[in-house]
C-alpha cells in the first residue's frame, strides 16, 4: 500500500504530457506572433511609402500632362500665323 501510495504522490506530482507541449508550444506561438506583428508593421510602411511615391507620380503626370496641353496649344498657335 506504501509503495503505491507512492506512485500515486508521484504521478500527481510529476507535469501531465499536456502541460509539458503546451509549455513549448506557447513560446513558439508568441514568437510567431512576434514575427508576424514585426512583419505587418514593415508591411504598413511599405505600404504608407508605396502611397506616397504613387501620389508623386500622378503629380508629376498631372503636370507633364498640363505642359503637353500647353505646348500642343503653342505649337497650333503658330502654325494657324
Known sequence: MARLNEAIEALESSPSPGVSSRSRIIPKA????????ADRSRLAQELDTSEARAERLEEANKEVSRRLVTAME??????DR
Not at 508568441?30 to 506583428?37: D, G, K, P, T, Y
Open 30 to 37: 508568441e514568437a510567431e506572433v512576434q514575427r508576424l506583428n
Open 74 to 79: 503653342t505649337i497650333r498657335a503658330v502654325l
